[in-house]
């Protein structure tokens, strides 16, 4: 199983600042890599897939990189809205999403 | 827009089976294209897919399955296709699965899951005596 480790846990960020957050496979995912937002109470909403791709409607605000075993979500100038669960998820073998880091206002 | 609906029961005693159905509307679950995915979260902590269906012209009455390794030897999904509906059943459950379960549709191709861009609402199921 392709284990996948995200860094920070929690992340507070100013608003108007970047966000950045990480998420590393235990061996090579290629770019076989997905970010979902989840908010309390809610279900997790596709943001970016193919490491890189936005999925429809998401913003430009959020983007990704990466390839292989290194992965970064970034959300450029954090507001409000943005405050949630952030999680990655590998599709290279089987699917396996990483434990989120929740970004907070700070 | 495809939407997608879980329901069933939302408390199971151990050792029952845990049966949930999802019901998705503004597309067929007989499309190409599209895998048929469960996924369930614990209280407070991260996802866990559990397995994934998708409709097989040569097996149009039980489609193809994946099931998470972990869980494959209490897994069953099956497919509706007169309800455009999916169903999950874990058997001999413990406390242990009590989770939100959600269904999703899958992007995926070649008999390998991808990435879930529609999701259910989610359903709590706790497993209680």
């Known amino acids: 199983e392709i284990v996948m480790t995200q860094s920070p846990a929690t992340l507070s960020v100013s608003p108007g600042e970047r966000a950045t957050l990480s998420c590393r496979a235990s061996r090579s995912v290629f770019r076989s890599l997905a970010w979902y937002q989840q908010k309390p109470g809610q279900a997790p909403r596709l943001l970016i897939y193919?490491?890189?791709t936005r999925a429809t409607g998401i913003p430009a605000k959020f983007s990704g990189s990466g390839s292989g075993t290194e992965f970064t979500l970034t959300i450029s100038s954090l507001q409000s809205e943005d405050i949630a669960v952030y999680y990655c998820q590998q599709y290279n073998s089987w699917q396996t999403f990483g434990q989120g880091t929740k970004v907070e206002i700070k | 827009q495809v939407q997608l609906q879980e329901s069933g029961p939302g408390l199971v005693k151990p050792s029952e089976t845990l049966s949930l159905s999802c019901t998705v509307s503004g597309g067929s679950i007989t499309s190409d294209g599209y895998y048929w995915a469960w996924i369930r979260q614990h209280p407070g902590k991260g996802l866990e897919w559990i397995g994934y269906i998708y409709y097989s012209a040569s097996s149009p009455n039980s489609g193809s399955t994946y099931y998470n390794p972990s869980l494959k030897s209490r897994i069953a999904i099956s497919l509706d296709t007169s309800k455009n509906q999916f169903s999950l059943k874990l058997n001999s459950v413990t406390a242990a699965d009590t989770a939100v379960y959600y269904c999703?549709?899958?992007?995926?191709?070649?008999?390998?899951?991808?990435?879930?861009?529609?999701w259910g609402q989610g359903m709590l199921v706790t497993v209680s005596s």
């Open positions: 193919g490491a890189s």
């Open positions: 999703a549709r899958d992007l995926g191709r070649q008999g390998m899951g991808y990435y879930f861009d529609y």
